[in-house]
């Protein structure tokens, strides 16, 4: 019996020790969880936070792949097409109008018997082709006519985003969903009829310039991107440091962004009394988005 609580006793400090440190486990834990999946400052705030599973890999994650599906998408884009639909009509036009000239001028040697042994009827030949040519080249000149009248349709094709790997690519995912929320909750709130018109008219407008001011800056952190790619290694330093203050830029407009997203939401939910300061609060929302799209234009 004696050896029998002895043998608890000890069995007991080891536990006690052992729990003592735990928090020195948990700490190699998480430094070791750090060491293989590293993550942002955020989650960091959060030591024993489980890391996100990694998002699997598509083809479109491979930049050649990336790359020929973004060629193809511009190639198969409307404007692209009636581009060269007009490249076409005005090339045959400008052939229809070359024969023409020269049909008219072989009719003109052949009918003055410039040639030497010229006939009428070699004349008459030049005369019928200057006449098919030309019907050809008014043909082609009414087709380009009704190509530079035609109005394209409005895409719905989301923008493409920045090429796999850029600083810029993860700010366009989220912006992309965020412009997708926006449209709902402007939807539900035009519908709901608790905000006029006019507001939820220049929200959405708002928004809009704002999402195309930000894909600008994106596509300034490409070109510098690209740019640090091909530069000497003592200037990318310097190109590095001008891309994390762009993709700065981007944070603090997703920021705004998503604050005009929960002042809409807020006005959806708000009732009562809360109805004219969710108002204000999407009111303050969208000129503060306004200020950032008029802000980054110029910069711009």
Known sequence: MTSGRRDFGEFSARLEKHLERLPDYAQRAQAKLERYFPQDDRQRAHPLRRPAPPRPVSLTDVP?????????????????????????ASRAMTLWIVLTLLCGLYAVVMGLGLAGTATVSEAFVGIAGGIVFAALGVRSGLRLRQLNRTQLPVSTAPPPLPQPGSAARQPMERLAECEASLVEVLRQLAASALVSEESVAEARSTAAEAAAALRTLAARIEAIERARDAAPAADRNALDSAIATLRDQLED?????????????????????????SKTALTDATDRLAGLAIALREVS
Do not use: C, M
Not at 82 to 87: G, P, S, Y
Not at 256 to 268: E, S, T
């Open 253 to 277: 407009g997703l920021e705004d962004y998503r604050a005009l997203i929960a002042a809409a939401g807020h006005a959806v939910a708000a009732g009562g009394s809360g109805l004219h300061q």
């Open 64 to 88: 050649v792949f990336a790359e020929a599906r973004a060629r193809w998408t511009r190639w198969n884009e409307p404007a692209a097409k009636l581009e060269r639909r007009k490249r076409r």
